[in-house]
């Protein structure tokens, strides 16, 4: 972890920065939210919340009034407690890659991902000093088998590394077994609940949705205390509208509505606005990295997160080169540099 001198880079003027939250308020209020899990459901209704099958209708006074229950700055413990992290402030914290299924080398090419290709990168994270947390799926190991390979990744992290680490998300019980291997090495339960001590990555099924799976975990995580990185993935003309003004009205939407509910669980559990926005290649579909609207979509939604005081996942060294080329180059570096600029807590991808 490292202190981050900067000033932070206001792209949007106070004006805009209120317009596109009165935005993201008329998105929750009229057009509302999916979320594909009956306990989640059940836990806004309860909370008065308009309910139309998957549907939830959330009123702002409501989001805000939850919102504003997620401390601004957070501890994150390590199993070796000089490793333990603070998010939030002038903090940043960074961790690698999250969810190739390939890896890459000299001697073999490009194949899928084994628990031991995992087992390296959670090494290199321990002995590259700039890494602060190991992460979580930096490679996903296709040789082990899926309903158990989150136990071996969870082991791996805290056999090689004593960082930080990233928790499964894949269910509720991979969420479940997590925390309780999380609670084994740093001292138990009631000491994870105290100090959290693994975080957790909850992307938003863009546009307006939350699945099943993402839901599971996000509810485990929080009944425990452990904080949540909500992110949205949105590519702007593909699945938010093609301004950015837009995009990020319907990012923050999507955030909020998800630290809603982890607030309706447990009260002050640390929940951290996330962003993971860039624009779709026209010509692919695919995402488009280094580009503008990407950076000013960083810039932007720090300002956000620093508007609603939540600690802010952003940015990292993200490229759409399929080789470490001088694209790959120049396209990390219009990404890391934005990073630094709006102050991103949070660092993924920040190796790539």
Sequence with gaps: MWKNSLKPYDWLSPDQVETIHGQAMTILEEI???????????????????????RVHLDREFVLEQVAKA???FDLQARNKARSVILGGDN?????????PFVTDLERGRRGATIEDFTNFDKLAQAVEQIHCAGGTTVEPEDLPLGTRHLDMVYSHVRWTDKPFMGSVISSENARDTIEMAAIVC????????????????????????D????????????????????PFLMAGAMS???????VAQQTAEALAGIALVQLIRPGTPSVYGSFLTNADMQSGSPAFGTPESAMGILASAQMARRYHLPFRGGGALTSSKSPDAQAAYESMMCMWPTLLGRVNFVLHAAG
């Design 71 to 73: 401390p601004a700055i």
């Design 32 to 54: 509302g939210v999916d979320f594909l899990h009956e306990r989640a459901r059940d836990l806004f209704q309860k909370a008065g919340m308009k309910v139309e099958e998957n």
């Design 241 to 247: 509208p093609m301004g950015l003004a837009g995009t």
């Design 92 to 100: 940043v914290v960074t961790a690698p890659v999250y969810g190739p």
């Design 187 to 210: 001292g138990g339960r009631e000491s994870i609940e105290k100090t959290p001590a693994v975080i957790s990555l909850i992307n938003v099924n863009s546009p307006l949705r939350y």
């Design 212 to 231: 099943d799976r993402m839901l599971g975990a996000l509810l485990e995580y929080s009944e425990a205390g452990q904080p949540v990185i909500v992110t």
